[in-house]
């Protein structure tokens, strides 16, 4: 019951998990500034932020509905939550099943499906053009992200991603033989994320915020408490498929370890979001079906002919 | 006590983390220039916290540039009303304090403060980049002061 509610609440739930968003977001934002020669903003910025907007009016338009509008960031949040549990963290694994691979996968497409509703829900024009922007960028980078994930699942023969872990310390990190399909769960977490290259759904110049742009106060904290966190888990995820090959270290060595490839990813992902201008909705569409899947499919075929 | 302590967070949140939307309610695109040079790395805003937001109900200060033209008198009140309070608004440059060389025209109601409550004046014209950091600046004083001060359900003036 106590480690239960300990598991929950503090270590790998709710507590760890907001600090380390707020400390992602920080450096996200830091890095970036500092890429583009700023000064950037100071640490507490992002708990600022959070704190601000949980302090503030909640408004929604006339005909908006109220309730929906309130249950689906906290649905979104839990299902994040949720995912965050699964997922280990420097090779701690408390509730590893065969299998969570696919639950954490499909807990981390809800947040997706609850933003595209969010921008239905809450009847502006442009909410409702995000929204369809959303569930477009949803359908073209999600198939090759799944490829591309199932390539450590196949290479190991398990669909847990503690066992996936494992094997990757008697094989070596799986980066090493699946580099293109480290690429493209890169490219396929930015789309998820909604990050700067592939953040068509809420880009300010075209659709001023997407399908958040009606919501205002703590609905809009924790919707950025939810992509936060989603950033996290993301990058935790893909730190443990393609560079999960601490599992049989010394726990300490592990943790330093994982720390020194989480920062990496940061980097790559703020330092994407810095070089790359926004593409096009269809220029989304035509990379993530005409390059993205065949290579993700070229990647499969490759893992499988290794195994045999 | 609790009470009070979670007054101090959120004053002290909504003082370091200003989220600003920028109106243009007639200007000659002077001010509007200078804003922008706000976000260039020169004199990065972000380093105390305050971004630009596009959506007026994302943003806790309107910056408004220019005299209150006839036409945009609508508009800008119905961008201040869709923000969520508490809300302040700043005045940037000499026509939207006052209503500048403007000031006796037919078409122009005169600064901000007919239409709004305005919190900060800034001079200039156009006012450089400093003093509009430097009026963010004592906005930030001023709500850490005062905290949220506005009149409530301040009316609409024709």
């Known amino acids: ?308 | 006590m609790i009470n009070n302590l979670i007054k101090k967070a959120y004053q002290w949140a909504q003082k370091k983390s200003l989220w600003v939307i920028h109106f243009n309610s007639g200007s000659c695109n002077g001010c509007d220039i200078e804003i922008l040079d706000l976000l260039t790395p020169r004199y990065d805003v972000e380093r105390l916290g305050i971004v630009v937001e596009a959506s007026p109900r994302h943003a806790d200060v309107l910056l408004v540039t220019g005299p209150v033209t006839r036409q945009a008198k609508d508009g800008l009140w119905q961008i201040y009303s869709q923000m969520p309070s508490p809300k302040w608004v700043v005045a940037v440059g000499s026509c939207s304090s006052t209503g500048g060389i403007f000031a006796n025209s037919d078409t122009v109601l005169g600064g901000v403060d007919k239409i709004l409550p305005v919190d900060v004046y800034i001079p200039g014209c156009p006012c450089r980049p400093e003093a509009v950091i430097n009026g963010l600046l004592k906005l930030q004083e001023r709500i850490s002061i005062n905290g949220d001060d506005r009149p409530e359900n301040f009316a609409k003036r024709d």
């Open chain 1, 1 to 308: 019951m106590i480690s239960g509610l300990f598991y929950l609440l503090l270590f790998p739930g709710l507590l760890f998990q907001v600090i380390c968003s707020l400390f992602f977001e920080w450096l996200d934002r830091k890095l970036l500034a500092r890429f583009q020669r700023r000064v950037g903003p100071p640490w507490f910025q992002p708990l600022a932020d959070l704190i601000k907007l949980f302090s503030k009016e909640d408004l929604l338009p006339e005909g908006a509905n109220d309730l929906v509008a309130t249950l689906l960031p906290l649905i979104s949040l839990s299902a994040v939550l949720t995912a965050g549990l699964y997922i280990p963290i420097a090779g701690f694994t408390p509730f590893s099943f065969e299998g969570d691979l696919i639950v954490i996968l499909f807990l981390m497409s809800v947040p997706t499906l609850a933003y595209y509703l969010a921008g239905v829900v809450s009847v502006g024009v442009y909410s409702i053009l995000g929204g369809s922007r959303s569930l477009l960028q949803f359908f073209s980078y999600e198939v090759p992200l799944l490829i591309a994930l199932s390539g450590p699942a196949i290479m190991s023969g398990s669909w847990s991603v503690e066992q996936i872990m494992i094997s990757q310390g008697s094989m070596g990190p799986f980066i090493l033989f699946q580099p293109v399909g480290f690429v493209l769960a890169v490219v396929g977490l930015i789309g998820k994320l909604k990050r700067d290259p592939l953040d068509i759904p809420k880009a300010k110049s075209e659709v001023v915020g997407g399908p958040l742009t009606e919501f205002t106060g703590a609905k809009m904290g924790l919707w950025h408490l939810v992509m936060n966190i989603q950033a996290v888990l993301g990058i935790f995820l893909l730190t443990n498929l393609y560079l999960g090959w601490t599992k049989t270290f010394n726990p300490l060595v592990a943790v330093v370890v994982f720390i020194i490839e989480f920062l990496v990813l940061v980097v790559i992902l703020s330092g994407a979001s810095a070089i790359y201008a926004r593409l096009r909705i269809d220029q989304l569409a035509g990379l993530g079906w005409r390059i993205l899947v065949p290579l993700s499919l070229l990647q499969i075929g490759f893992v499988i002919l290794m195994g045999i």
